[in-house]
Nanobody, 118 residues
């Protein structure tokens, strides 16, 4: 059974930085990608960033140039560096991992709160 645990959320002032981590316990087989989504109060969950098995990062337009995703493939840990944060970045951030084993499984973490004060 794979479990994902996020950490690193908290309160940060606008313009500041924060680093989120997500560690997978259990065995992930043939990882397709890992990434982050977020959900702000009263809004639907939205895609933020992902990193593919060959370490290619991809970003939503709203965070491009401000957030950086990276991973430790050996340890199945994915990171999200949040720089120059804005109040609209306030949300619960969820990490996920997607594997093909051989069918596609997607695992989600419980979420970590990020609050940006203006």
């Amino acid at each position: 059974q794979v479990q994902l645990v996020e950490s690193g959320g908290g309160l940060v002032q606008a313009g500041g930085s924060l680093r989120l981590s997500c560690a997978a316990s259990g065995r992930l087989l043939n990882v397709i990608d890992m990434g982050w989504h977020r959900q702000a109060p009263g809004k639907e969950r939205e895609y933020v960033a992902l990193i593919t098995r060959d370490d290619t990062p991809k970003y939503a337009d709203s965070v491009k140039g401000r957030f950086i995703i990276s991973r430790d493939g050996a340890k199945n840990i994915v990171y999200l560096q949040l720089d120059n944060v804005k109040p609209e970045d306030t949300a619960v951030y969820y990490c996920y991992a997607r594997e093909s084993a051989p069918w596609i499984n997607t695992y989600w973490g419980q979420g970590t709160q990020v609050t940006v004060s203006s």
